[in-house]
Structure formats: C-alpha cells, structure tokens
C-alpha cells in the first residue's frame, strides 16, 4: 500500500483500529482485565508466601483471625463503594443526557478513570474474597496457623489505590458536567479529526489535487447490498477495499458516507470495469459465487454500529455541538450563553475548514483509481454547524449577535469555493431574524 498522502490525493486517511484497540474499546473491557488479574494474584500470591513466610514477618503483624477480620472488611467496603460509585455514575448519565445531549455519553464512558477506577474496585473485592479462602487457623493438631502477610498486605495497598481512584473519580465526574468543559473536549477530538481528514492550508492550486475518475461507456458494474445487518456505517477500511478493487481490477464506489444510517438490501457499493466474460472453464454458477464472495469481503470492511462514534465519523463532533445549542435554545432550557460557546467552538473548527480544500474522493493505488468515496465537505460542514442554530436562534439578541460575526470572519478568511455558501448562511440568518422580530412586534 502506498502512503495514506499518495493513496488518497491531498487527503490523509484515517487508521481503522486493528483487533488489539477494539478489545479495549468496550467499557467492561478494562474492569473485566482487572478482575482477572486479581483472582490470578490472589492465588498465586499465598502460595508463594508459603515457601517464604519466614522472611515475611515484618508484613501483617496480625494473626489468622485479624486477617479473616481485615480481608472481610476489604470485601464488604469494596462492594458498597461499588455500589456507591455505580450510582454516582448514574446520575451523571442521566443530568449529560437531560442537559446536554445523550449522543456525549459514549464519551464519558469511554473515558479511563471511569473505567479503571470501576476495575480496581471490583478487583479489589475479588481479590479480598480469593485471599481469604487462603487463611487457616490452628486445626487443634499442633500446626501452625497460616496467614499469608504479604497477601494481606498487598490488599491493603489496593485499599490505598482504589481510595486515590475514588478522588480522581469525584473530580472526573465534577469537570464532565460543566458544559464549557464537554464542549471544548468534542471541539479538542473534532479538531483532531479536521487535521487528520482534510488536507493542510491552502491558499490556492486545484480544488481536487490528486487522480480523478468517473465511469465510462462500455464498463460493466457489480451493486454489492448491505448484508444481514444495520446500522451507521462506523469505520471503513480504506486500505482493505483498495485491495478487494485491485483484486477485481476494477474500481469500486462506495455509496454510503461515514455516520449515514444504512440496512439490510441498501446499496453500499458498486463495482465497475469488472469483467463480465466467463471464463472457458467458468459457469455462471461459479461467477454467481465470486460475486457473492465479492460482496462478504466488501461488507466486512465496511462496520456498522448502533451508535455513532469520532473514530472516523468527522460530522459526528459538528453533530454533538449543535445538539448541545439546540438543547440551550430550546423554551425549557433557555439558555442563550451556552448557545454562544457552542458557537465559539463551532467558529474555531469551521475557520480551520474554510481555508483547506476538502478531501480528494478518490483513492489510487499507484496511480490508478481503486476507490471513490464520499468524505465530508467543507459546505456540509457549514450547514450542518450554523443552519440549525440559525433557524432557533433568530429570535433571541446573543446568539444572532455572535452567528453574524462567525459568518462575517468566515467570509474574510474562506477559500472562493465556500463564499456562496457562507453568503446563502448570512442572507438566511438576515431573513429569520427580520422574520422574527415582525411576528414579534406589536400590532
């Protein structure tokens, strides 16, 4: 494969994540590793201590019931913060939800401290009831009672750890409800995007600078469907459809964009320049199989999921903002300084966008066209930002106030390719505003 500059005109790709990443990607995944590893060391740790408890005396001072006592208050105070943690996570669902918009709660959970703080205190509990089942006391023969001090020890160090999780947590939980912090996050990853997906500053050159491609006369084409599922299309593999067009010889068209909502029987892709001559020791039934072979791999590069993610999807952050504003200009909320923040942010990634030409659609494998696809432009990006708040703002006196200023800083710095666009944007906001304010005048 060439370099993500090459393949893809004068836009970089995007890395779809490898097998490795999406383990880790689910939030059970890191508490369920933890778990794991605290049921492993609290059996291997009292075996070992066994073969060295000699030197082990300056650990746990206590005897078999002081452990017994210690180990059962570790489980029974692991598994009420536990709950009190859960709870608390709850609740911060349910005020981001309410108050923001339920498409930023994948972010919270996705977040580490969540998560870790969640695995130490299950692992913590796990850990304590395995150690335990290790303690014996004197069995009325003469034996000494065993207690394995490092093990109890170590939990108590867990103790320690799991109480500096908990602070993390509290002051975790306390920045992801203030709205000027979930705002400048989704504007931080979405901007990380921008500067992956869309080509550095321009200030001129050609507007698509790489290959081009359209269908001729004469080329035959293969539609491929959606499989057995649905959903929004997540990730595409953009090095993986390359190689199933290289393969074919052909060039492959992909249909839906990245967020778009597709099922069972829609078109994802087409297929041209395939060869539709058989072959002399080919049937149709063979071909009718290389065909449906041909759509399994070009569906298995294409993920769909139930829910939206920023892995790939750049409209997805634009898409979180607005709802943020809509929810702050909404009659029950009615808060226009939100609105205006949302704004701002939007202001920010959008003068970044304005002055690069969009991402080439097609992608070449030395130098040949093998895939076209749809990235999103610049113009989308304007529409979806600013349309929306437009059309709920208008009546209000801030949030006109800062849309016109965006839109007129927008115009000085845009390339000549968005200026109609941004220019349709402010003649709309001129026209809902004067709209407004007749129905709100007095008769």
């Known amino acids: 494969?060439?370099?993500?500059?090459?393949?893809?005109?004068?836009a970089p790709q995007v890395k779809q994540w490898?097998?490795?990443?999406?383990?880790?990607?689910?939030?059970?995944?890191?508490?369920?590793?933890?778990?794991?590893?605290?049921?492993?060391?609290?059996?291997?740790?009292?075996?070992?201590?066994?073969?060295?408890?000699?030197?082990?005396?300056?650990?746990?001072?206590?005897?078999?019931?002081?452990?017994?006592?210690?180990?059962?208050?570790?489980?029974?105070?692991?598994?009420?913060?536990?709950?009190?943690?859960?709870?608390?996570?709850?609740?911060?669902?349910?005020?981001?939800?309410?108050?923001?918009?339920?498409?930023?709660?994948?972010?919270?959970?996705?977040?580490?401290?969540?998560?870790?703080?969640?695995?130490?205190?299950?692992?913590?509990?796990?850990?304590?009831?395995?150690?335990?089942?290790?303690?014996?006391?004197?069995?009325?023969?003469?034996?000494?009672?065993?207690?394995?001090?490092v093990a109890v020890s170590f939990g108590f160090l867990l103790v320690l750890a799991c109480l500096v999780c908990f602070l993390a947590f509290i002051r975790h939980i306390t920045s992801t409800i203030q709205v000027s912090k979930v705002i400048s996050r989704i504007g931080d990853a979405t901007m990380d995007l921008v500067d992956r997906v869309y080509p550095g500053a321009e200030t001129g050159g050609s507007v698509d600078a790489g290959p081009s491609w359209s269908p001729t006369a004469g080329m035959t084409r293969i539609d491929i469907e959606v499989g057995d599922r649905h959903g929004h299309v997540d990730e595409i593999d953009f090095p993986g459809l390359v190689s199933i067009a290289t393969d074919a010889g052909g060039v492959l068209v992909l249909h839906p964009q990245l967020g778009d909502f597709t099922t069972h029987g829609h078109p994802l892709a087409t297929l041209w320049d395939a060869d539709d001559e058989l072959a002399d020791d080919e049937t149709r039934e063979d071909r009718e199989k290389k065909q449906a072979e041909l759509s399994k791999r070009v569906?298995?590069?294409?993920?769909?999921?139930?829910?939206?993610?920023?892995?790939?999807?750049?409209?997805?952050?634009?898409?979180?903002?607005?709802?943020?504003?809509?929810?702050?200009?909404?009659?029950?909320?009615n808060d226009p300084t939100t609105a205006t923040q949302v704004?701002?942010?939007?202001?920010?990634?959008?003068?970044?966008?304005v002055q690069r030409n969009p991402p080439s659609p097609y992608i070449a494998e030395e130098g040949v066209v093998r895939l076209v696809v749809h990235p999103p432009t610049g113009d989308l990006l304007l529409r979806l930002s600013l349309e929306e708040l437009i059309h709920y703002g208008a009546g209000g006196l801030q949030v006109p106030r800062k849309l016109r200023?965006?839109?007129?800083?927008?115009?000085?710095?845009?390339?000549?390719?968005?200026?109609?666009?941004?220019?349709?944007?402010?003649?709309?906001?001129?026209?809902?505003?004067?709209?407004?304010?007749?129905?709100?005048?007095?008769q």
């Not at 979180?320 to 929810?327: A, K, N, Y």
């Not at 927008?410 to 349709?424: G, H, Q």
């Open 343 to 353: 704004i701002d942010e939007l202001h920010h990634l959008l003068r970044e966008i």
């Open 18 to 149: 490898n097998a490795w990443q999406r383990l880790w990607r689910p939030f059970w995944a890191v508490p369920a590793a933890f778990s794991v590893a605290a049921v492993v060391v609290g059996v291997v740790l009292p075996n070992a201590e066994n073969q060295l408890r000699q030197f082990a005396f300056f650990m746990f001072p206590g005897d078999d019931e002081a452990a017994r006592g210690m180990l059962t208050t570790i489980a029974s105070a692991m598994i009420s913060v536990t709950g009190l943690v859960f709870s608390i996570t709850m609740v911060v669902l349910q005020l981001a939800s309410s108050q923001f918009t339920p498409r930023v709660l994948g972010t919270f959970l996705d977040s580490r401290v969540v998560q870790v703080t969640f695995g130490f205190f299950i692992a913590t509990f796990l850990y304590a009831l395995t150690v335990l089942r290790s303690v014996m006391g004197d069995d009325g023969r003469g034996d000494e009672a065993f207690v394995p001090r």
């Open 405 to 442: 200023l965006v839109l007129n800083d927008l115009a000085a710095v845009a390339l000549p390719r968005y200026r109609s666009t941004i220019a349709e944007l402010k003649d709309d906001l001129t026209a809902k505003v004067e709209a407004q304010r007749g129905v709100d005048s007095p």
């Open 1 to 10: 494969m060439p370099d993500s500059s090459r393949a893809r005109g004068n």
């Open 299 to 333: 569906n298995s590069e294409v993920r769909l999921a139930t829910e939206r993610s920023m892995r790939q999807d750049l409209s997805f952050g634009f898409r979180q903002l607005v709802d943020i504003g809509e929810r702050a200009l909404s009659p029950g909320v």
